[in-house]
């Protein structure tokens, strides 16, 4: 059957080929992870900066397509502005209004929006505005209908920015069909080979790359019997893990019964997943369908909790069936967990007394939720099923308004979970009797007071009132939380803390950001000897206390947006202080101290939008400082010597009278330097020649940073910029350079794998050396002096041409650009004719407007042809 499934794939793949001429990308069967890691990157194009593209991974249940998605969306997301993973999107579909779910988190994903709003639901269309403005990553995983995915990204790639990349995973070879061919190749996953797929059963049945001698005959023969599916061999593997050569002769027996069964010469993943499913003791079958039936994809530490009493070793044995993703989710392949279903309901595991946890289904049936109402409130009183509950979850319960006081008879709780129960305004008293209650989380509950109670909870570890908008007041009781080592607080109403909320020794992180009415930290905050974060960002606080430097383990301190008007000079005995935070800090004014050398962990100091005057020549003895964030601090003048350990720096500053120094950085990867307002013209009025000899003494600058991936200059008093490329290997990192504000003397030198080059609100009236830039594939230009474009006629990988508003401007001959797909002249008043417009084949867009050229039979022949290559929308 799986045969045939992948036949059907490649049957379906090899039409659309012929018919629509795909650019394939065949798997070899010698190509590892890593290379097709590659080839998938190499099909996106990812240089191609003003265009979307699609991919498709095809292939079969089980052949690895999700992990090739996961290691190329790993590989490549920071490249983008914003990123979203779609998992498992068939499945999502089996569910009533699974559209709006998906389309909900794509939304969320890529606005950054907290996913525990319950009152976030709004239409993607709403946001295409926005949507088209940003570079975006996009991954739509196991989807099988065009349908679905049309209603996820649209019908046509007109919903995301340039540059942006979907990569959808999928069974259906025709899943493409509808999208230009061009912008929508795909790629077919095969099934292992003999050496690979051996290979990847000894990793996971021996830890190595090979078998063991008395094994060795025994794993070719397991291996030959599989069908060479990735998963099929990463569980057979895993599974034989530690077992006997007894073992696996029973279970060589057992694949061989199988094929004798179906009369086949390989066993189906289906029969194999069975096969290991029936080689579990009875506790571990339990424990796989809990899982497959429950538990799947929720916190693997909660798992944890109802997992508890299994054997030491079931969670080894269970690996190859589950594991932990990486953000600490308890995952099952999709083919496991229909495995377990089908197993639950067919051997009657209904029973919900015999469980040790439930659904919602299992507690309405031992509610028989007619002596309780099923909304409005919860009660305990007379289930005894749930008097034996460890973790209960009611989040996003959004009928629930009361939890009755019967809570107190859960005497073994240990996790309460209220997040997003938003119509829920109180908790009973009755809540401290729950004394085994180690975690309490009422995020975006509309609860106003925590009962004075809650300080007879002494094994409570987390405190979470994350977006309690109403909550207003603190028992001093919380003082006896002990064990509390976390209390996140942020957004609420309250305006004190309790005198003696220093009492919580073992508190290591504080989060009060957003609680707006809160003016003052009480003194006591310095006995909280293991406190290691505290966020104060956007409060009314206005000074630490100076017991602050009593907190000796603190790494994390973030006062951003708050009212701070000066860092006291004992911040400065931190010296397990990691990262500062201080943007947008209104209040903070004049010099930073000289005790900041003191901080010789420090990594990160961000005073961006204040107004500091000045940093003291003690920074650079800072050895790990690798991010300084200055931007529109403008009252500083200009910067002592920097670290040479800075990665990125970021300062603008209207005041700014010299250059810093960065001559050691080395490690720079990001640089953004500013003088004034990038967004006003520069001036057109003659500088004085002594003026302009004085700064060209001073103020050239040298760029030399063999890391550098980022630059951005808005420098309005620099006369010369040099790139230094004798001592910098080929830069295949730096993508973007920016440099408004330059005269034509700033540019002697630019690099050789510089991929965009945007240039703007510049006096540069000649650019030297474009002919170098091979990699080229986007110029922009706006608001500049420049005259010409000399050179620009042998970049011939360029894709994008953007001119605006150069009154000055003149186009040479663009015949050889047989690449370019975008070409925009808007408002430059010299440019009367584009020589060679007709030989540009690739153009896609075309757009001249306000300018003489506009109106030529030239243009508007161009624009004929572009429109007839178009695809009708």
Same mark, same amino acid.
């Given at each position: 059957?799986?045969?045939?499934?992948?036949?059907?794939?490649?049957?379906?793949?090899?039409?659309?080929?012929?018919?629509?001429?795909?650019?394939?990308?065949?798997?070899?069967?010698?190509? %590892?992870?890593?290379?097709?890691?590659?080839?998938?990157?190499?099909?996106?194009?990812?240089?191609?900066?003003?265009?979307?593209?699609?991919?498709?991974?095809?292939?079969?249940?089980?052949?690895?397509?999700?992990?090739?998605?996961?290691?190329?969306?790993?590989?490549?997301? &920071?490249?983008?502005?914003?990123?979203?993973?779609?998992?498992?999107?068939?499945?999502?579909?089996?569910?009533?209004?699974?559209?709006?779910?998906?389309?909900?988190?794509?939304?969320?994903?890529?606005?950054?929006?907290? =996913?525990?709003?319950?009152?976030?639901?709004?239409?993607?269309?709403?946001?295409?505005?926005?949507?088209?403005?940003?570079?975006?990553?996009?991954?739509?995983?196991?989807?099988?209908?065009?349908?679905?995915?049309?209603?996820? +990204?649209?019908?046509?790639?007109?919903?995301?920015?340039?540059?942006?990349?979907?990569?959808?995973?999928?069974?259906?070879?025709?899943?493409?069909?509808?999208?230009?061919?061009?912008?929508?190749?795909?790629?077919?996953?095969?099934?292992?080979?003999?050496?690979?797929?051996?290979?990847?059963?000894?990793?996971?049945?021996?830890?190595?790359?090979?078998?063991?001698?008395?094994?060795?005959?025994?794993?070719?023969?397991?291996?030959?019997?599989?069908?060479?599916?990735?998963?099929?061999?990463?569980?057979?593997?895993?599974?034989?893990?530690?077992?006997?050569?007894?073992?696996?002769?029973?279970?060589?027996?057992?694949?061989?019964?199988?094929?004798?069964?179906?009369?086949?010469?390989?066993?189906?993943?289906?029969?194999?997943?069975?096969?290991?499913?029936?080689?579990?003791?009875?506790?571990?079958?339990?424990?796989?369908?809990?899982?497959?039936?429950?538990? #799947?994809?929720?916190?693997?530490?909660?798992?944890?909790?109802?997992?508890?009493?299994?054997?030491?070793?079931?969670?080894?044995?269970?690996?190859?069936?589950?594991?932990?993703?990486?953000?600490?989710?308890?995952?099952?392949?999709?083919?496991?967990?229909?495995? =377990?279903?089908?197993?639950?309901?067919?051997?009657?595991?209904?029973?919900?007394? #015999?469980?040790?946890?439930?659904?919602?289904?299992?507690?309405?049936?031992?509610?028989?939720?007619?002596?309780?109402?099923?909304?409005?409130?919860?009660?305990?009183?007379?289930?005894?099923?749930?008097?034996?509950?460890?973790?209960?979850?009611?989040?996003?319960?959004?009928?629930?308004?009361?939890?009755?006081?019967?809570?107190?008879?859960?005497?073994?709780?240990?996790?309460?979970?209220?997040?997003?129960?938003?119509?829920?305004?109180?908790?009973?008293?009755?809540?401290?009797?729950?004394?085994?209650?180690?975690?309490?989380?009422?995020?975006?509950? &509309? +609860?106003?007071?925590?009962?004075?109670?809650?300080?007879?909870?002494?094994?409570?570890?987390?405190?979470? %009132?994350?977006?309690?908008?109403?909550?207003?007041?603190? !028992?001093?009781?919380?003082?006896?939380?002990?064990?509390?080592?976390?209390?996140?607080?942020?957004?609420?109403?309250?305006?004190?803390?309790? #005198? @003696?909320?220093?009492?919580?020794?073992?508190?290591?992180?504080?989060?009060?950001?957003?609680?707006?009415?809160?003016?003052?930290?009480?003194?006591?905050?310095?006995?909280?000897?293991?406190?290691?974060?505290?966020?104060?960002?956007?409060?009314?606080?206005?000074?630490?206390?100076?017991?602050?430097?009593?907190?000796?383990?603190?790494?994390?301190?973030?006062?951003?947006?708050?009212?701070?008007?000066?860092?006291? %000079?004992?911040?400065?005995?931190?010296?397990?202080?990691?990262?500062?935070?201080?943007?947008?800090?209104?209040?903070?004014?004049?010099?930073? !101290?000289?005790?900041?050398?003191?901080?010789?962990?420090?990594?990160?100091?961000?005073?961006?939008?204040?107004? *500091?005057?000045?940093?003291? &020549?003690?920074?650079?003895?800072?050895?790990?400082?690798?991010?300084?964030?200055?931007?529109?601090?403008?009252?500083?003048?200009?910067?002592?010597?920097?670290?040479?350990?800075?990665?990125?720096?970021?300062?603008?500053?209207?005041?700014?009278?010299?250059?810093?120094?960065?001559?050691?950085?080395?490690?720079?990867?990001?640089?953004?330097?500013?003088?004034?307002?990038?967004?006003?013209?520069?001036?057109?009025?003659?500088?004085?020649?002594?003026?302009?000899?004085?700064?060209?003494?001073?103020?050239?600058?040298?760029?030399?940073?063999?890391?550098?991936?980022?630059?951005?200059?808005?420098?309005?008093?620099?006369?010369?910029?040099?790139? %230094?490329?004798?001592?910098?290997?080929?830069?295949?990192?730096?993508?973007?350079?920016?440099?408004?504000?330059?005269?034509?003397?700033?540019?002697?030198?630019?690099?050789?794998?510089?991929?965009?080059?945007?240039?703007?609100?510049?006096?540069?009236?000649?650019?030297?050396?474009?002919?170098?830039?091979?990699?080229?594939?986007?110029?922009?230009? @706006?608001?500049?002096?420049?005259?010409?474009?000399?050179?620009?006629?042998? *970049?011939?990988?360029?894709?994008?041409?953007?001119? &605006?508003?150069?009154?000055?401007?003149?186009?040479?001959?663009?015949?050889?650009?047989? #690449?370019?797909?975008?070409?925009?002249?808007?408002?430059?008043?010299?440019?009367?004719? *584009?020589?060679?417009?007709?030989?540009?084949?690739?153009?896609?867009?075309?757009?001249?407007?306000?300018?003489?050229?506009?109106?030529?039979?030239?243009?508007?022949?161009?624009?004929?042809?572009?429109?007839?290559?178009?695809?009708?929308?």
């Amino acid at each position: 059957m799986e045969k045939m499934k992948d036949q059907s794939i490649q049957q379906a793949a090899d039409t659309e080929t012929s018919d629509r001429n795909y650019e394939i990308a065949a798997v070899q069967n010698v190509v %590892g992870i890593d290379d097709r890691v590659k080839q998938i990157t190499d099909l996106l194009q990812m240089e191609v900066n003003d265009e979307v593209r699609i991919i498709g991974i095809y292939g079969t249940d089980g052949i690895g397509k999700t992990t090739l998605a996961r290691a190329v969306y790993n590989r490549i997301s &920071s490249h983008f502005d914003s990123c979203s993973f779609l998992p498992e999107v068939v499945e999502t579909t089996e569910n009533p209004h699974s559209i709006e779910v998906l389309q909900n988190k794509l939304i969320r994903d890529i606005l950054e929006q907290d =996913g525990e709003d319950p009152s976030f639901d709004e239409r993607i269309e709403d946001f295409l505005d926005i949507f088209r403005e940003m570079k975006v990553l996009i991954v739509v995983d196991d989807v099988e209908k065009p349908s679905d995915l049309h209603a996820i +990204v649209g019908e046509q790639l007109h919903w995301f920015g340039p540059g942006s990349r979907i990569i959808v995973t999928s069974q259906n070879g025709g899943i493409l069909k509808d999208f230009d061919s061009n912008k929508a190749p795909f790629y077919i996953v095969r099934e292992l080979d003999d050496g690979q797929a051996f290979e990847s059963f000894c990793k996971h049945a021996f830890r190595m790359q090979s078998s063991i001698p008395d094994y060795d005959a025994l794993s070719n023969r397991i291996v030959n019997a599989t069908e060479k599916l990735p998963l099929a061999v990463e569980v057979i593997g895993s599974f034989l893990r530690g077992k006997s050569i007894q073992e696996w002769k029973k279970m060589e027996k057992s694949m061989k019964k199988r094929m004798m069964s179906s009369q086949k010469t390989t066993v189906g993943l289906e029969e194999m997943l069975d096969i290991c499913y029936k080689e579990l003791d009875q506790q571990q079958k339990d424990i796989f369908l809990d899982i497959a039936c429950f538990i #799947s994809s929720v916190d693997a530490r909660i798992a944890s909790y109802m997992l508890a009493k299994c054997y030491p070793s079931s969670g080894c044995i269970l690996m190859p069936l589950a594991k932990i993703g990486e953000n600490n989710e308890l995952q099952m392949h999709r083919l496991l967990r229909c495995l =377990g279903k089908r197993i639950f309901k067919q051997e009657g595991y209904g029973d919900p007394s #015999s469980r040790r946890f439930c659904t919602q289904d299992m507690v309405l049936k031992a509610m028989n939720w007619e002596k309780v109402k099923p909304f409005g409130s919860v009660c305990f009183r007379q289930i005894n099923i749930l008097t034996y509950l460890e973790i209960l979850i009611l989040e996003r319960c959004s009928h629930l308004v009361k939890v009755d006081h019967s809570v107190g008879n859960l005497k073994r709780l240990v996790s309460l979970n209220l997040k997003s129960c938003s119509r829920l305004n109180g908790l009973p008293v009755e809540l401290g009797r729950t004394t085994a209650l180690k975690e309490l989380f009422i995020d975006g509950t &509309s +609860v106003r007071q925590i009962p004075i109670s809650i300080g007879n909870l002494k094994q409570l570890e987390i405190l979470s %009132g994350l977006k309690c908008f109403l909550l207003t007041h603190l !028992p001093s009781s919380i003082c006896n939380l002990t064990a509390l080592f976390e209390l996140s607080l942020d957004g609420a109403k309250i305006t004190e803390l309790p #005198s @003696s909320l220093g009492d919580q020794h073992k508190l290591k992180r504080l989060s009060l950001r957003d609680c707006r009415y809160l003016e003052k930290l009480p003194y006591s905050i310095g006995e909280m000897r293991s406190l290691e974060e505290l966020d104060i960002s956007a409060t009314s606080i206005s000074e630490l206390p100076n017991s602050i430097k009593c907190l000796k383990s603190l790494r994390l301190l973030r006062m951003d947006s708050s009212f701070i008007r000066a860092f006291p %000079g004992e911040i400065w005995n931190l010296t397990k202080l990691e990262e500062l935070h201080a943007s947008r800090c209104q209040s903070l004014k004049g010099a930073i !101290p000289g005790g900041i050398g003191g901080l010789q962990r420090l990594r990160l100091l961000t005073l961006g939008h204040s107004s *500091i005057s000045s940093l003291p &020549s003690e920074i650079s003895t800072i050895p790990v400082l690798h991010t300084l964030d200055l931007i529109q601090c403008n009252e500083i003048e200009e910067l002592p010597k920097l670290p040479p350990s800075l990665i990125c720096l970021r300062m603008s500053s209207k005041r700014m009278k010299a250059m810093p120094l960065l001559e050691d950085m080395k490690e720079l990867e990001e640089l953004c330097l500013s003088d004034g307002d990038a967004r006003q013209p520069p001036s057109k009025q003659p500088m004085p020649e002594s003026n302009v000899n004085r700064m060209i003494d001073k103020q050239s600058f040298s760029i030399s940073f063999p890391k550098l991936r980022k630059l951005e200059l808005s420098l309005s008093q620099v006369i010369k910029l040099k790139f %230094g490329l004798t001592d910098i290997p080929p830069l295949k990192r730096r993508k973007t350079l920016t440099l408004p504000g330059l005269s034509r003397k700033d540019v002697s030198e630019l690099p050789q794998m510089l991929s965009m080059f945007k240039l703007y609100h510049s006096a540069i009236e000649e650019i030297e050396g474009l002919e170098g830039l091979e990699a080229l594939k986007r110029l922009d230009i @706006s608001k500049c002096k420049l005259q010409n474009l000399n050179g620009i006629g042998q *970049i011939t990988s360029l894709r994008s041409l953007i001119l &605006s508003d150069c009154d000055d401007l003149c186009l040479p001959d663009l015949s050889n650009f047989k #690449s370019l797909k975008v070409l925009e002249i808007i408002r430059c008043k010299m440019i009367d004719q *584009i020589e060679g417009l007709e030989k540009l084949t690739s153009l896609e867009k075309l757009n001249i407007r306000e300018c003489p050229a506009e109106n030529s039979l030239q243009v508007q022949n161009a624009l004929k042809r572009v429109m007839a290559r178009s695809p009708v929308t």
